[in-house]
């Protein structure tokens, strides 16, 4: 799997641990082993101005996906074809401030994140209350799974 994490934020992220989560993510969801990822992280002006040239909503957003080839989740038996997944762009400075507010650190909003952002490249969704229930419950998954082979490390 070809997984690029780029730090281009004024805050310090442990980038390998994002790295391991999509390893985790792509892995779970029998993406191909030869698919593309790119995850990268922005100061809040960057991610303001992508915020309103995509989404024409104004200010910084924690999160945004950009896929490319769109991919789905394969199976044992079928998995993804290889190709590009697309990017997840994450703004640390928003993903800090809503960590403060649940009182969790903010490794743990950046993996929340960066899971929900890969979660959108492979074609999930959260606008109809079905929907919003299938993706929010594999999220769910994936991070207690994620956490639990962490601690094993």
Known sequence: MSIEVNNESAIEVDETVLQRLAVYVLDALHVHQDA???IVLVDEGAMEQLHVQWMDEPGPTDVLSFPMDELRPGSDENPTPPGLLGDVV????????QARAAGHPLVDELTLLTTHGMLHLLGFDHAE??????MFGLQRDLLVGFTMQERRR
């Open 36 to 38: 593309e990822l790119a």
């Open 90 to 97: 994450l703004c640390p400075q928003v993903a800090e401030t």
């Open 129 to 134: 209350p079905e929907d919003e229930k299938e």
